[in-house]
Structures are given as C-alpha cells and as structure tokens.
C-alpha cells in the first residue's frame, strides 16, 4: 500500500517557478467547464443597462461579466456576476435578461461583458 508523503507540496514548490505554471495552467485548462469552451451565439437584440445612482454619486466606472444562460429560443433564462463591481450587478442583470439571441438547438452557457462608463 503506498504511503503519504507529507513533503509532496514542498518538493513540487521547489521546482523551478515555470514546471509549477505550467502544471497548474494544464490542470486549470483540462478542468475548465464546457460552458465556457462553447461557442458563443449572436445577440439579436441588446438592451442597454441602466447607470446605478450609487455609482453615479460615487463616480464608478467600470466592466461587469456576467454568465447567461440562454434558452433555445434565444432568451436569457438566468443571469449571475462572476466578475465585477457588485454595484452594477442589479442594472446588468436587469438588462440583460431582456437580451434576444439567435436560436438554437439546445439551452447554452455564455460570457457576457458589459461596461459602465462614467456620468
């Protein structure tokens, strides 16, 4: 029966910084969900989203991504940030949600980006 070894992540640190890279840039990339390796279907119709008043009077400016999940008519069923200021979050949703996108055979996963620029 093989054994333990307490010492595993202190050799694998050890090792020049590029092998551990690149190691975990391999096991990132081989466990990286499909959702986000498909590829992405064309927006028919954006609705633009609406500029938060705490941002406003705050001055915040910045890039939202959100991961959509489209049905296989091409509306959004779902919506959530996976990156961000979470002051955007309510107004992109929100938006987005009212997105058209080309239909297709299955319900799909994608990645959309929007961007609040300063008023």
Same mark, same amino acid.
């Given at each position: 029966?093989?054994? /333990?070894?307490?010492?595993?992540?202190? +050799? /694998?640190? +050890? +090792?020049?910084?590029?092998?551990?890279?690149?190691?975990?840039?391999?096991? &990132?990339?081989?466990?990286?969900?499909?959702?986000?390796? @498909? *590829?992405?279907?064309?927006? !028919? *119709?954006?609705? *633009?989203?609406?500029?938060?008043?705490? &941002?406003?009077?705050?001055?915040?400016?910045?890039?939202? +991504?959100?991961?959509? !999940?489209?049905?296989?008519?091409?509306?959004?069923?779902?919506?959530?940030?996976?990156?961000?200021?979470?002051?955007?979050?309510?107004? *992109? !949703?929100?938006?987005?949600?009212?997105?058209?996108?080309? &239909?297709?055979?299955? @319900?799909?996963?994608? !990645?959309?980006?929007?961007? /609040? &620029?300063?008023?």
């Amino acid at each position: 029966m093989p054994t /333990f070894d307490r010492n595993w992540l202190n +050799r /694998f640190l +050890r +090792r020049p910084p590029y092998v551990a890279g690149l190691l975990l840039a391999l096991f &990132a990339v081989s466990f990286q969900p499909a959702a986000a390796q @498909e *590829a992405s279907r064309k927006v !028919i *119709a954006r609705t *633009a989203p609406s500029y938060p008043e705490l &941002a406003r009077r705050m001055h915040l400016a910045g890039k939202v +991504r959100l991961e959509v !999940i489209i049905t296989t008519g091409g509306s959004v069923k779902a919506a959530h940030l996976v990156g961000g200021n979470p002051v955007f979050e309510n107004n *992109a !949703i929100e938006a987005v949600k009212q997105w058209r996108f080309e &239909a297709a055979s299955t @319900e799909t996963k994608a !990645i959309v980006v929007l961007e /609040f &620029a300063g008023q």
